[in-house]
Structures are given as structure tokens and as C-alpha cells.
């Protein structure tokens, strides 16, 4: 009889973008905290130029996690309202983004590890 083969796959650390649309300022801050837990995260927007409309209910994050998007949209998803939205999103070079601060940028240069398109000026 032969050996048994086991398969074991070692979840590697990606970049998740999270988009989160929840009207109530009190589901953004319990979903905030959420973000926070994972340990490494970036806020993605809204930035203080955009409609302030927009900004009120709508945000997004940027984790870096070994978390799979299922598992985190789950995580999140527990902590808000019917009516509310999130999406979970897998994110990965190559990559282009303009308009973001510096720290943003090298945050997001530092984890997708692979060449950025620049943008058009």
C-alpha cells in the first residue's frame, strides 16, 4: 500500500480592497474597528476633497491579510444593517491609483510587490 499524501496550503498574505456603503455613522465605526483588528490596513477613501454626500456613507480600505475575501466580507457583513453594502476584493500588481498621499501610495507599493502602472498626468 502507498504512502498517503497530505496537501496542506499555506494561505499568503494579500491585498483586499473594501469597499463599505452603511448610512449609519455607528456601522461605520464598529466596521472602522474591524479593519483595525486585522493589523494591517490602509484607509482608501473617501478623501477630504470628495462630495461630502458620498463621503457620509461610503467607504474604503485597503488590508493586507491572510484572510480570504469571503472571510472578511463574513466578518464585516455581521456587524452591519439591512440596506447596507460591502464588497471584498482581491487586489494585486499589476496596479494603477492617482490622487492618494504618499503614505497611501508607498503602503500599497510596499504590499502588492510588483510594478505600478503609472497613471496619466
Not at 56 to 68: D, E, M, P, Q
Not at 79 to 103: I, K, Q
Not at 105 to 118: M, V, Y
Request: proline fraction near 5%; include cysteine; charged fraction near 25%.
Amino acid at each position: 500500500m502507498g504512502a498517503q499524501v497530505t496537501s496542506v496550503t499555506e494561505a499568503r498574505e494579500q491585498v483586499l480592497l473594501v469597499l463599505v456603503t452603511a448610512p449609519r455613522n455607528d456601522v461605520r465605526e464598529r466596521v472602522q474597528a474591524a479593519i483595525e483588528s486585522y493589523g494591517n490596513w490602509a484607509k482608501a477613501g473617501p478623501h477630504d476633497r470628495c462630495n461630502k454626500d458620498v463621503a457620509s456613507s461610503r467607504v474604503a480600505w485597503l488590508v493586507f491579510t491572510k484572510a480570504t475575501p469571503k472571510m472578511v466580507r463574513d466578518h464585516l457583513w455581521q456587524l452591519m444593517h439591512p440596506g447596507d453594502s460591502v464588497l471584498v476584493v482581491t487586489c494585486h500588481a499589476p496596479a494603477a491609483w492617482a490622487g492618494y498621499s504618499d503614505t497611501v501610495t508607498e503602503w500599497i507599493e510596499a504590499r502588492l510587490r510588483g510594478p505600478r502602472l503609472e497613471a496619466d498626468a
